[in-house]
């Protein structure tokens, strides 16, 4: 599932009944339609008309050193005057000295806390010698109008409608809580850094989900209204119709907020994008600094989770219970009578974190993230999960911080020893030697990288793993020089020298949920082995999957039984050309590129992986671009003396580059005027 | 109701090591209940209400206070072998308490620089918790205890099910109860995200950080909280203060105690300890 476009937060599913209702229209009220103007000095009408009609008004107060929300009583306890400041960590209040009431980020508390309630009776339940009995807790919630709820809080109230009241099974307790709410939402006039509603598509402009809808000015608010409800309030209010001027600078200032947040967590993919990254190492790093406090998913506007927990008599006869909020932070949220589930804070976070982008997608059909940012202002040790999405699950386009393992022996004289479990001729000069008794560090290794091989009195020669097997490593080896010839002589229980896994890799997870192109020639498909193996494994991840091969003869073909199977598989496509043809070759005779250069399949959804011998990558990286391949999706190998491997030496230097160290897979971006440059 | 006739009553006794007594009065907290307590458990041994001793056994004996002597040492022995069930209670008897602090520091500089006589002072070099003496059935932490803890501990020993305690930090019990983040809004530390709940978060609600005497949660990250205190550009004897308190010998605490440089005032051994947080210290 590929969840390419923002979603639409749809408003209020409005079970039968409720007074909530769908998206704003203008709703003619009174003398007119609006939107209307309440001149600054009537907006306690409003709360005082909230009042008289026997609802407790829960808004904006500052309590603690933050703006929250609280029951409101009269106008003179809104935040006159008061803004906030907040970073990752950090939120602190900010005295403008200006007469605005609504001009502030989302504080720590959201409408969840009266909609779903940190703590809520559930029953008493009685035992009588043998008989058991347990009385449902009567729900009798308060009729409650909330207050300028912003839209990612809309959004928020959407999603967990959705959660309690989207079926099969309902929550009683939350419909009747939500039923009875009336909603004044305002459209916000300012961001704080933490804000990214604009990327989850939820803001900072009010869509539906509510009954009235103000938009601070200076001077006072332009109304309208989203459904009879708050039609009929308006009517009740000294209001008049907004003019011209006044329409026009509510809209630029929300405008200007929207501007002011830019796009800082591209969605685009990101549901397949994190779901390939289960096994990341990223998560262990999270949990270095995650403290699982939990705090996170208290201030989300959207996490639902809760327990279930008994007080009971001295003699255990009569227990009441309640649903208190909890969260899969907690050591007892995934815990049953052997053990918990999720016992390390990584495990925690990534059940955390994936829920929020990706899984929730597949449950409720909408990210359970509205952009709100307040889990990122009050994590107490400042974790920002923008920036945490953007290293685990990197958008295209993005260059991915590389993560690896940490390679055996990284100091260029110090090589571990392997040994040599078989050896199989591929053609005339290449040789594949299967390596036993390696470090479980190259087992761990990442598509695409390579190991320094070395025999003594040899000088050490780069080597592309061309598989990593459960055991084992395959190097794939053409008796290009004396030494590569020394390694493919050697037999099997022989054993060789090695260092690695070293160099960048495939970025695998980024193709995932697109279209794969595999372009390579001659030795150049054995670094890319791994790759297909690795997208084999998980096809269903990755919409089409073609690899195209050159090679000087057929009998220059590496693992010809393998393209045979690959082949076979009808879910990988597979084209074979050589530069000189044999009397039994029946297939295509030419270079690569004339592969697919007439094809019909384009590249707007693809990423393509190239190797081979450079000029052959020049002309496959014209003919893909011109089938709309931007630079960024496709990667490249380069080819260049090492020596060490690990970016010390100089031999490999390219540019701003070591080739060892930074590639050898590189986004054809990254190298700029590098690629295809003659004397580099 | 009809049921307590028939039950017999559980023989409880409460002991004291070092302590204030502070945990054992919060019995007397369960105001409401005293009476139907009573008529569910004998309390066979209680110092702070009555003087009356007993020889045991003890269905259920709770124990106060760190181990800081050599007398006590014996007596939790002997102590144990009387009780089915061993529960320790508070922050002393749980982690070693505030009289832990002197763990860190030479005992015997230490004894000489406060008593004109230190040879009459009979202490061991360390204040412990008992559950390094002896096996502990539960504990119950906190400075002091949570009477509702520890009714439910009672309760389920009496009932026969598990008590029923969160394992959480304690910001669920600041967020629950609509308190706002000391640490983020005001920029004062506070060791609820590494601490276990059962306070009912009462230190941030009158805008104190907390100061952990609950102790360690469980998978508390305490490295991490420490490393964002340190990197608020505070002093690194000021993070070590702020954990070396009420449960500062825990593990968790006290790996942080020795990464930031030790509790201030220690009264170094003469030879070097090593740098892992001192020594088990027993005898």
Redesign the interface.
Known sequence: MVIDERLPYAPYPAPAGTAVAAPPAPIASGGGVGPWFLARANLGVLIDLLREDGRTVIGPAV????V?LAEVRSVDELPAGVGDEQVP?????VQRGDRRVFDFAV???SPK?WTFP??VPLNVGRRD?RAVSFEPSPIDPPRLAFLGVRACELAALGIQDRVFLGGPYTDEDYHARRRNALVVAVNCTTAASTCFCTSMGTGPEARGGYDLVLTELDEGFVIRAGSPDGADLVARMPVRGADAGQMLRAAESVGKVAAMMGDPVPTAGLHDRLLAQFDSQHWSRI?????????CT??CPTCFCS?V?????????VSTSER????CF???FAKVAGGSFR???RDRYRQWLTHKFATWVDQFGTFGCVGCGRCI??????IDIRAELLSIAPPLGARPEPVRPKPVAATPGFYATARIVSVRPETADVTTLTIGDVDPAFLAGEFGQFAMVAVPAFPPVPISISRFGRDTIDLTIRAAGPATAAIIGLGPRDEIGVRGPLGTSWPIERAMGHDVVIVTGGIGLAPLRPLLDGIIARRDRFETVRLFYGARTPADQLYREELRAWAARGDVEVELIVDRGTPDWTGPVGVVTHLFDQATWDGEHALAFVCGPERMMEATVETLESRGLPPDRIFVTLERHMECGIGLCGHCQTGGLFVCRDGPVFALSQLGGIFGREGM | ????AA?PRLRVGIVKMASCDGCQLTLLDLED?LL??AE?FELVEFPEASSARSAGPYDVLLVEGAVSTPDQAADILELRRKAKLLVSVGACASYGGIQALRNWSDHDAIRAAVYAHPEYVESLNAATPVSEHVKVDAELHGCPISPDQL??V??SV??G?RP?I????V??EC?????????????IP?L???TQSGCGALCPSF?RGCFGCFGP???A?A???A??LAADGREDPDVARLFAGFTGWSGPFRAVVAAYGGPPGVIPYAVPESAEGGRDGRG
């Open positions: 309590v603690d050193g933050a929250t960590g950090r939120y602190r209040l504080g720590p508390t806390r940190p703590v010698g949990a270095e600094r995650c403290l699982s406090c939990a705090n208290m201030v327990s927990t008994q007080r009971s008599d001295l003699d255990g006869d208190v909020w909890d969260f907690t050591a007892g016992s390390r804070p202002a009050w994590c107490p040790v400042g | 109701m009809a049921t307590v039950r209940e139907a307590i569910r009714r439910e009672l309760v009496a009932v099910r029923q969160r394992e959480e930090a910001c669920l967020k629950r109860r609509g308190t706002v983040c000391v640490m983020v809004a005001e920029g506070c609820g995200p590494v805008r949660r469980e998978q990250n490295t991490s909280l490393r964002t």
